[in-house]
Structures are given as C-alpha cells and as structure tokens.
C-alpha cells in the first residue's frame, strides 16, 4: 500500500514549504496551519501554567509559609488553574489535532469554515491577552472558579479583565466546536458513512456538541459575574435578596461538562493508538463510538454533585450522586473496551502506545475516584481537600496531558516529515508516569487524612508527603521540558518519517508527510471499514488509494 | 448557522432561567417592577421589530429571486426599523433612569408590601442584563445588515448565491424572537396582579 506514495521527492510541496514569510501563517486558512498556530500558543501557556505550579509545590516543601505570601499563593493557584484549564485543556487536542486531522480523517480539503477557524485562534489569542492583562496588573486570586461574592465583592484582583478574557475564549471554543460538527456533516468522503469513521471523529463530534451547547452558558454567567462588579447588579448578592448559590449552578452547568471537553478529545487519541499498536480494530466499535455520546449528554446532568456541600437538598444531592454513577458507565465501557482490544494483539511499545498505556491506567485511577467522589458521604468527608485535587489532576493531567502527548507523538511524523528519536521518547514517557504518580499519589493520602487545599501552609505531620509530592513534580517537569527538547531537535535532525511509519489505519496516513495543502491529490473514495488492520497486515493490497 | 442560534439560545437560556428562579422566588418584587414598564413603548416596539422581520424575509426573498434593487430597499427599511427599536429601547432606558430604577448606578424604589427594594433591584439587573444583551444583538445585526447592503450594492448576490442575505435574516429573526420572549415575561404577565 505504501509504493504508491514512497516515491514521493521529500523536497515535494507541501503545507509546511507552499508559502513563506510571517503573514502567509497570519492569514493562513488552512486548518494544519492553523493548528501548528494553536500548538504553539497552547505549548507557551502550558510551560507558564507549569511554571505557577512548580511555585506552588515548592511553597507545599515546608509546613509554614516561608516562600510567598498567603495572597501571592492564592493567586498562584487561581492563575495555574485559569491558564491550564481555559488556555490549554480546553482548546489542547480539539484545536490542534482536531483541526489537524479531522478534515484529513474524513478526507476532506479543509474545515468547513476555514476563516472562522482562523478566526478562532485570533479570538483565542485575543481573550488570552486579557487574562494576561490581568495576570501582570497584580494576578487574580478567585480561584479559578471564579466563586461569588468573592470573585464580585472581594478581591481586589483584576477579575473584570480575567472574565472578558475567558469570556472571549470561550466564543473561540464555541466557533472550533461548529466547525467540527458542521465538516463531520458535510464534507466527509464519498463511502465514509458514520459507522465507517474514526473512534476520533465520533469523540470530537460529542466533545464539539458539548463545545456548542456547554460554552454560552459560562459566557453568560461570566458576563453576569462582571456586570455585578462593575455596576453592583444583585443577582447574586445575598444582600439584596439574590443568590451565590445560583451562581455555581450555572457556572458548574458549563464547567462540568468543560472536562468532559478535556477528556473526550484523549480518550479519542487513545483509541486510534491502541487499535494501532495492537493491530486490530477496538473491539466494540460501536460501543466506544456510542460512549462518547452518551458522556457529552450525560455530562450535562451532573453539575451539581460540586456543590454538596455548598446547601443543596439532600434530595437534591442524591439525584445528582445517582446521575453522577450513571456516567462511570460509558467511561468503563472505554476503558474496558481498549484492554478488550489489546487482547490477543500482536502489541508492540512505541512511545505513543507507552503514553496509551499511562492513560488507561490513570484515567481509571482518577475515574474511579471521581466515583468515590460522586459518593455524597465520601465526598462530605474530603470536598476542598487534596483528594479532590488528586483525583482531579489524575484525569485532567493522567487523562489529558498523557492524551495530548501521545497525540502529540503519534501524529508528529504527519505533521512534520519527520520522526522523534524514540528512545528519549520513551524515557521521557517513563519518567512522566512515573513522576506524576509520585506527585499526585501522595495527594490522595493527604486529602484523605484532611489535608485542605488552596493553603499556603499546613501542619508538620503532612510534611514527609507533601516533599514526596514536590520530588514528584520535579521528575514530571523534566518528563514534560524533554520532549520539547527533542521534538524541537527532529525537526531538523530527524529522519525521514514517510508517509505512514507506523503503518496504521486511517486516511490521514494515506498521503504524504507532510501533507500537501490540500490534504489529498485526489478526493479518496472509501470502500472499507474503519481499523481494518487484518487486511493492511494480511494481504499486499490492502487499502487502496482511490482516485 | 442553525448551530449558532442553538448557541445563542443557550446563551439567552442562561438568563431567563434565573429570570424564572427569581420570578419564583420574589414574586412580589416582580410585580412591582413590572408594573414601571411602559407597555405602550414595549407594544410598539415589539410591532416594530415584527415589521422588521417581515422587510427581512422580503430581503431574502428578493435576493433569491435576483432582484437586486429591491433587495436594498427591503434591507434598509429592516436597518431602519432596527434604528427606530433601539430609539424606543433608549428613551425608555432614559425613563429608568430618570425615576431612580437603575441598579448600582442610580437606584431608588419606594417599596411596600413584603418585598425588599433589593428584590426590586435584581427584576431591573435582569431587566438591563437581558434587553441590554438583546440591544447588543440588535447591534451586531445592524452591523451586518450593513454590510450585506454594501455588498448587494457592489452586486456580490445572484439567485445562485445568496447564503450571507438569509443567513443575516435566520439570525435577525432568531434576535426578534428574543424581544418576543423578553416583552411578555419582563411587561406583560406580572402587570395585573396586586402584590
């Protein structure tokens, strides 16, 4: 299958050479463009939503505070969280290997809408530079939560720029959102039905609904926030009759369904590398593919298991704690489905499949406990302590990031031409598994043992695991700087990918590498199943380029 | 463009379900804030802005049909229309102000019965938050109206393309059909009871 495109001159046009100079990137509409644009951004927030916490872990090394100050700690965490939840979880792998490969999965020229994609990262960039603004007019201490009355009484931070900051972001999200249900509709290849795409269309399919549905209804709750600040409005001012409670609701409406933004697009990663590194099509396909639908609509009816302590009905509370348990079901449905696939695989460990491999692993550590969590009388037990930051870090971090840089390395030879050398790759994939579990692990026992969060200090007897926990941080910052190190390298010293170097399924890896701008020379024609790895594997033949 | 307006609609959403809580919650307050609306500037207004759809659809039908000349007039009597809203929204705003009705800034309300003027002063933050986000649409719709004239002037639609004309017109109903929520939950349906 692949002489048809080995011969291919590595000199040849492609996306990455048709044009030069700083405006032709600017201007660009082509989606992988656009998605190296975003990759850049989202690398720059990440490394400063990294550097936040580094302090915070080395203010946690001793009990009393010695390093910074209560408030400056306050605002530390507030801008760790807004940076790496609104600047790089929620647009990391839907804005950048979403825009890479979705229209290259389905075979299409481009996103639907290339100038509102383009216009999306303006607007992304553009509610980064408020929260940037108001990160260097004195930080912003609200928590990223932005709770009320503090965030509109209070602080005496810089929220009213934060808020248009992440108000703005949210509308970029909400437009990549569009642009990816609107392509999957439209401009998928001739052959390609819905039972014939990709496990990672139909998980950024969910994640864009939730994008569409999920994003107004913070900016609105944001807006409310600012007006309250700016001109005293009351809606949620206890003084005048109105209700801070109210404020988590909606606030949590969106922001619960925000991780299922930052999980599905992972989940969908890991779906193509284990089908691919076992070399077999996932078992239940249909499953995996129904799963992401029922998380994007299930994750819209749990919000308020946040907020059992905040004063809810205990009827109330056990409603949610139900709908809470209902959707650890698709999630198990996943992971049990990917080990089902490694099943009589013939498996082999590259670095994307050690990242794979990291996921499943931590994502059910933190899935299972967000169960815990869901637990009304667990939860009254551990809300506002390290479990919850634990348990949240093992799927926003273990979930998230470990997906985002298993994307990051199983499609790199397509976005670059070149290949990363594998064996740093697979010490830096060690020694990030292996310091987030020292980081974070140490977070459960402490939570559990009462250990409150967002402190600046705390009793001595936590100290052995909290020195555990900043070890543990340190290794994870050196898993996290090395690939930046050698990706970075590759890129001129790196040998030559071709077109499909892990001989895996899928379009995207049916042209060459790196893409042309145009994604394909032909519009492809699609006769087979997705995953069909027995043919690539069985016969000579195989996938036919079509055309 | 559908999508969007499913956007929109959860945006607006947002906003009418604390409407709904506090409606519920402060039913008294409501009524007494009700009772300052001036219905007959809210009627007007709401029949100016069914006019304007209507000039809409004829737009988007004379684009349709490649009638360039009337095109125009239809989108400038939509703009125009649009203009004698927010005309109307701005003197009853200035009424507001004027009687002391605006949170934060300027607020005073001789209250009686058993609600609090910060009851009341919630039913206005609502109503600011609301019709001044619709204001804003109605803006933006303006915005691109605008634009559409210019490029219908320069002659850019055919019968064959004419997506921008109705897409502007799905969204300009879409932002009518707010207002024709907003009147009767913020005018009409607490103005006759007594609290």
């Given at each position: 299958m692949e002489t048809a495109i080995q011969n291919t001159e590595p000199k040849k046009k492609n996306y990455l050479n048709a044009d030069y100079g700083v405006m032709s990137w600017l201007l660009t509409t082509d989606h992988k463009r656009i998605a190296l644009l975003y990759l850049g951004s989202i690398t720059l927030f990440f490394f400063l939503g990294g550097f936040f916490a580094m302090l915070i872990r080395l203010e946690l090394l001793t009990p009393a505070g010695d390093l910074v100050l209560s408030d400056t700690y306050n605002k530390l965490f507030t801008m760790h969280g807004v940076v790496m939840i609104f600047l790089f979880l929620i647009p990391s792998i839907p804005a950048v290997f979403?825009?890479?490969?979705?229209?290259?999965?389905?075979?299409?020229?481009?996103?639907?809408?290339?100038?509102?994609?383009?216009?999306?990262?303006?607007?992304?960039?553009?509610?980064?530079?408020?929260?940037?603004?108001?990160?260097?007019?004195?930080?912003?201490?609200?928590?990223?939560?932005?709770?009320?009355?503090?965030?509109?009484?209070?602080?005496?931070?810089?929220?009213?720029?934060?808020?248009?900051?992440?108000?703005?972001?949210?509308?970029?999200?909400?437009?990549?959102?569009?642009?990816?249900?609107?392509?999957?509709?439209?401009?998928?290849?001739?052959?390609?039905?819905w039972q014939r795409l990709p496990l990672f269309i139909w998980a950024h399919y969910a994640t864009s609904v939730i994008m569409v549905l999920g994003t107004p209804v913070l900016a609105i709750t944001i807006v409310l926030v600012a007006l309250e600040r700016i001109f005293h409005f009351g809606i949620f001012d206890a003084r005048l009759g109105g209700d801070p409670l109210l404020f988590q609701h909606l606030f949590w409406f969106y922001s619960h369904p925000a991780v299922y933004i930052m999980i599905l697009p992972s989940m969908a990663v890991i779906s193509e590398v284990i089908a691919c590194f076992s070399r077999k099509r996932p078992f239940g396909y249909n499953f995996i593919a129904m799963s992401s639908v029922a998380i994007a609509v299930l994750g819209f009816l749990v919000w308020a298991h946040h907020m059992f302590v905040a004063g809810i009905s205990t009827y109330a509370a056990m409603i949610f704690s139900l709908l809470t348990f209902f959707v650890a079901i698709p999630s198990a449905v996943k992971v049990f489905n990917w080990t089902a696939t490694l099943y009589k695989g013939s498996i082999t460990f590259e670095t994307p499949m050690l990242y794979a491999f990291a996921f499943i692993g931590l994502f059910t550590i933190g899935g299972l406990t967000g169960v815990f969590l869901g637990a009304v009388g667990i939860d009254l037990h551990v809300t506002d302590t390290y479990f919850v930051v634990a348990h949240f870090h093992y799927v926003m971090v273990?979930?998230?990031?470990?997906?985002?840089?298993?994307?990051?390395?199983?499609?790199?030879?397509?976005?670059?031409?070149?290949?990363?050398?594998?064996?740093?790759?697979?010490?830096?994939a060690v020694l990030v598994f292996l310091g987030f579990n020292l980081t974070f692990f140490p977070q459960f026992l402490l939570g559990y043992m009462g250990m409150p969060r967002r402190y600046h200090a705390y009793p001595p007897e936590f100290q052995v695991l909290n020195v555990l926990s900043t070890a543990g941080a340190s290794i994870l910052a050196v898993g996290f700087l090395l690939p930046m190190i050698y990706l970075?390298?590759?890129?001129?010293?790196?040998?030559?990918?071709?077109?499909?170097?892990?001989?895996?399924?899928?379009?995207?890896?049916?042209?060459?590498?790196p893409p042309t701008t145009f994604n394909f020379e032909e519009t492809p024609v699609v006769t087979w199943e997705a995953y069909n790895y027995d043919e690539i594997d069985g016969t000579t033949k195989g996938v036919e380029v079509a055309g | 463009m559908w999508l969007f307006l499913v956007t929109e609609i959860m945006f607006f959403g947002g906003m009418f379900a604390t409407y709904l809580i506090y409606r519920l919650s402060y039913y008294n307050a409501w009524v007494a804030g009700s009772q300052t609306m001036e219905i007959q500037l809210g009627a007007i207004n709401t029949a100016v802005l069914i006019c304007s759809s209507l000039t809409m659809v004829m737009a988007v039908h004379f684009a349709k049909i490649g009638n360039r000349k009337l095109t125009s007039i239809c989108l400038i009597l939509t703009l125009l229309l649009g203009f004698a809203f927010l005309g109307i929204k701005g003197v009853e705003y200035h009424g507001h102000w004027v009687h002391h009705e605006v949170p934060g800034l300027n607020f005073d309300f001789e209250h009686h019965g058993n609600y609090s003027s910060g009851q009341v002063a919630i039913f206005f933050s609502l109503y600011f938050a609301m019709t001044g986000m619709h204001a804003v649409h109605m803006i933006i719709g303006a915005g691109l109206l605008t634009w559409l004239l210019i490029a219908n002037w320069r002659g850019r639609f055919t019968p064959e393309y004419n997506t921008p004309v109705e897409m502007v017109g799905l969204y300009w109903h879409f932002v009518d059909l707010v207002w024709i929520y907003l009147f009767p939950l913020l005018y009409l349906i607490s103005h006759h009871h007594n609290g």
């Open positions: 979403g825009n890479f490969l979705v229209p290259m999965m389905i075979g299409a020229k481009d996103l639907a809408f290339p100038k509102l994609n383009l216009a999306s990262w303006y607007l992304y960039m553009a509610g980064a530079g408020f929260i940037m603004y108001a990160i260097l007019t004195g930080g912003l201490d609200t928590g990223w939560t932005f709770y009320t009355p503090y965030s509109t009484t209070y602080s005496n931070t810089n929220v009213v720029s934060a808020a248009i900051g992440v108000f703005i972001v949210g509308f970029s999200s909400i437009f990549t959102g569009l642009n990816i249900m609107v392509t999957v509709h439209r401009m998928r290849a001739p052959g390609l039905t273990g979930g998230g990031v470990t997906g985002f840089l298993c994307a990051l390395h199983f499609w790199w030879p397509k976005m670059t031409g070149k290949m990363y050398p594998e064996s740093f790759a697979k010490l830096s970075a390298w590759s890129l001129r010293y790196g040998k030559d990918a071709g077109p499909n170097p892990y001989r895996a399924a899928g379009l995207e890896w049916q042209t060459v590498s | -």
